[in-house]
């Protein structure tokens, strides 16, 4: 009995080592068959590359595996729906985002290549010599860069009056003038606002201006003034008080624009002293003569001095001398036209004092000595195209005391 009882106990161990067995050895081969039908595919993320073993049918449900979402901008090798292939390749870009500023005006791009470079290619964004980027292009671009650009724009500018071009990336005239070192003055003057924005087609023109104060230093002439004497024969003068000349202080606001001067204001003047008249007398005591005085009417004078002239001249002669009644004017050195030296080759520049009256040669010959009312003695040494028949013009300084002369009527002698 007692043996019979082993043999079924070691009957019943066997039974149940066989089966443990059994079910492990099934186990087994059911592992080795799931993995053994498990597709092996190459994945590359960003690139780095793993084999992976999946089960999945589709290249979405292997992405979603991995826990990997595509979004719209990445890039990937297959299509989402394409079936997975054993030994296949799948290649997979995740996207980034980079913010770009171009002269100030932002958008937002994603992409999937690696450096700026490319990034740049990609977009067709070309870039001029001149123009500034915040990264190289060797940069890697990394999730939501910030890339700047500063266009560069060419500008003509005249500064003071001399004129270049000029490269910047300012974007108004005020950033260019600060990124020149370009200040203005009180009085400069700018041809645009500094608010302005820059173009191509800019001209940033400066005018440097300049005010100054110029003291002169003048003379002020003497009136020549004439009294009757009748104890002195007709014809003749004397001096009875001499002239003397005036000074006076003139102060000047000198406007100068790109160092040349545009305008002369007087602010001040003042008289430091007073001119003093010459007085002189003049003979009316009449010389006795047996010959009666002989008066020529004007045209006879005409005639006889040119045989064509039109005009009238009134005039006496009495002892050698000739007096007539003229129209005068006056004129100066610097006039428009003039050269500064007489017909008869007095130099005016040089001499400004000098008392010279421009004559018509047919009544009042060249080189003549005259006395003319309210000038005093003078030389006939001068001729001029308006000049003709009763017309003298006689030599002052200034254009001053030519204005005040003025035109009037004078009684002139022909004294030699």
């Given amino acids: 009995m007692k043996l019979i009882k082993s043999l079924k106990s070691m009957i019943s161990s066997t039974m149940i080592l066989t089966f ?8 087994f081969l059911g592992i080795i068959t799931y993995e053994a039908t498990k597709a092996s595919v190459k994945v590359t993320q960003s690139g780095e590359t793993q084999v992976v073993r999946t089960h999945t049918n589709t290249i979405e449900e ?16 297959h299509e989402l729906t394409q079936p997975i292939q054993y030994g296949m390749g799948v290649e997979y870009i995740a996207s980034k985002s980079i913010n770009v500023s171009i002269n100030q005006d932002t958008n ?28 190289d292009s060797s940069d890697q671009i990394q999730d939501e860069m910030e890339l700047s650009i500063q266009q560069a724009t060419q500008v003509t500018l005249s500064d003071g009056g001399d004129k270049q071009e000029v490269w910047t990336t300012a974007s108004t005239v005020g950033e260019f003038l600060n990124e020149e070192n370009l200040e203005l003055n009180k009085f400069d003057e700018l041809n645009v606002n500094k608010e302005d924005p ?17 003291i002169v230093k003048e003379n002020i002439d003497y009136t020549v003034v004439t009294k009757k004497d009748d104890s002195l024969l007709e014809g003749k003068e004397e001096v009875v008080t001499s002239g003397e000349q005036g000074k006076v202080t003139k102060e000047y606001e000198i406007t100068i624009k790109n160092g040349e001067e545009s305008e002369r204001e007087l602010i ?3 008289v430091e002293k007073e001119s003093k008249n010459e007085v002189v007398a003049l003979g009316t005591k009449q010389k006795e003569t047996p010959n009666p005085v002989r008066t020529s009417t004007p045209a006879t004078a005409s005639a006889k001095s040119s045989g064509s ?36 080759g007095i130099d005016l520049n040089s001499n400004p004092n000098k008392k010279v009256v421009a004559v018509d040669p047919n ?3 060249l080189g003549s000595t005259v006395w003319v009312e309210g000038y005093g003695t003078a030389v006939a040494g001068d001729t001029g195209g308006a000049i003709q028949g009763n017309k ?10 030519a204005y005040g002369f003025g035109r009037k009527s004078v009684q002139v002698k022909v004294l030699d």
Avoid: W
Wanted: contains cysteine.
């Fill in 363 to 365: 009544v009042i010959p």
């Fill in 309 to 344: 002239s039109k005009e009238a001249v009134s005039y006496s002669e009495d002892s050698g001398s000739k007096t007539l009644q003229m129209n005068a004017t006056a004129y100066t050195a610097d006039c428009a036209g003039c050269s500064g030296v007489t017909a008869t």
């Fill in 108 to 135: 937002e791009f994603h992409t999937t290549v690696s450096t700026v470079g490319k990034f740049l290619d990609e977009q067709e964004i070309e870039l001029k010599e001149h123009d500034e980027v915040s990264h």
């Fill in 62 to 77: 292997l992405l979603n595996e991995l826990g990997v979402t595509p979004q719209p901008n990445d890039e990937l090798s």
């Fill in 268 to 270: 001040n003047e003042e």
């Fill in 20 to 27: 443990i067995f059994s079910t492990l050895s099934i186990a």
């Fill in 392 to 401: 003298i013009d006689v030599h002052v300084p200034s254009k001053s005391q």
């Fill in 198 to 214: 820059l173009s191509d087609e800019n001209k940033v023109t400066i005018t440097r201006i300049e005010k100054v104060t110029d």
